[in-house]
């Protein structure tokens, strides 16, 4: 079967480094997506790895190893507005999104 | 203000109930999808559409129906509603190419007593 895991809550401080995994077994694989949702918000879209290597945008940055199905979210000098649940997503084979059930992720003064 | 539109935000339902969630985008996009969210699951694909004039099931159709009649309107009905669809819903839009990134209504909040 086809599974994403990511950890269900994490814990971080303002102003801090804050790394989120995300490992995925899954028929095939068409790219990885992160999306970042508020409570009671949609889905907002953070990045997109299709090939191994870093992608960068601003405080945010994103890992693909291909080979390893992992990735990481990697959010720089956290903010408090940076609380919020973020959701790793592989698009399969027939070009279909498998998401993960979410990270909380908790930002403490 | 382009983007996806979904009607009701909230709604309560009795059981056995018709229901349909409407969901409008104005961004032209090629293929729309309705998913459904329950807390410590996934978002879970209901009911897709790649195209206008063509439909697919996806992971939990089962209890929808969806059609496609234009590329902006997608919507999502409940024939007769049970208590264990009682879930938030989110309609998504995405461009043919690219990444394929996906654009999301704000949510319908559905609760069947």
């Known amino acids: 079967g086809q599974n994403i895991d990511q950890p269900t809550e994490m814990t971080a401080t303002e102003g801090a480094i804050v790394q989120i995994n995300c490992t995925y077994q899954?028929?095939?694989?068409?790219?990885l997506f992160w999306y970042q949702q508020h409570a009671g918000e949609a889905p907002t879209f953070l990045s997109y790895?299709?090939l191994d290597g870093l992608e960068e945008k601003g405080r945010f940055s994103s890992f693909l190893s291909r080979s390893k199905g992992y990735s990481y979210l990697l959010l720089k000098e956290l903010q408090m507005k940076d609380s919020a649940s973020y959701l790793c997503?592989?698009?399969?084979?027939?070009?279909?999104?498998?998401w993960g059930a979410g990270t909380k992720l908790i930002i403490k003064p | 203000i382009a983007g996806i539109t979904q009607a009701p935000t909230s709604q309560i339902l009795a059981a056995g109930r018709r229901m349909t969630l409407r969901c409008t985008q104005d961004m032209r996009h090629n293929a729309m999808y309705w998913y459904r969210q329950d807390l410590g699951l996934g978002l879970r694909l209901i009911h897709y559409s790649n195209t206008a004039g063509t439909t697919g099931k996806g992971e939990v159709p089962d209890g929808y129906s969806v059609s496609r009649a234009n590329t902006d309107d997608f919507p999502l009905t409940l024939a007769s509603a049970v208590p264990s669809q009682t879930s938030v819903y989110f309609c998504a839009s995405a461009q043919a190419g690219g990444t394929g990134e996906l654009f999301f209504g704000e949510g319908s909040r559905l609760t069947v007593l």
């Open positions: 997503a592989v698009r399969d084979s027939n070009y279909q999104l498998i």
């Open positions: 790895n299709v």
């Open positions: 899954t028929s095939g694989f068409n790219g």
